[in-house]
Nanobody
Framework: QVQLVESGGGLVQAGGSLRLSCAASGRTFSNYAMGWFRRAPGKEREFVAAIDTSGRFINYAFFVKGRFTISRDGAKNTVYLQMDSLKPEDTAIYYC???????????????WGQGTQVTVSS
């Protein structure tokens, strides 16, 4: 089992920044590719970003590319999502995910966090 606990969500004005953290415990963190997904009100869950086990291969959804940065710290068993230039349409619950697959999509996620709310006001 892997437990994922997100933190760092909150309310921010458009153009502002937030950094989400996801602390992992349980099985070896380094064995899992990590990702972030989000679900906006009334919408389906969508992929946001992913990082492989080495930290060298990163993938972003087109709508966050250039604004969000995913990273991981093996010493702290933590993955981060730095979110800059936030827009009201970024408002959603953000979920951390762990996958044993090299491709992080919803179907390959083995563990999910409980989610953290991000609200961007206009």
């Amino acid at each position: 089992q892997v437990q994922l606990v997100e933190s760092g969500g909150g309310l921010v004005q458009a153009g502002g920044s937030l950094r989400l953290s996801c602390a992992a415990s349980g099985r070896t963190f380094s064995n899992y590719a990590m990702g972030w997904f989000r679900r906006a009100p009334g919408k389906e869950r969508e992929f946001v970003a992913a990082i492989d086990t080495s930290g060298r291969f990163i993938n972003y959804a087109f709508f966050v590319k250039g604004r969000f940065t995913i990273s991981r710290d093996g010493a702290k068993n933590t993955v981060y999502l730095q979110m800059d230039s936030l827009k009201p349409e970024d408002t959603a619950i953000y979920y951390c995910a762990a996958s044993r697959s090299s491709t992080v999509v919803a179907a390959t996620v083995d563990y999910w966090g409980q989610g953290t709310q991000v609200t961007v006001s206009s």
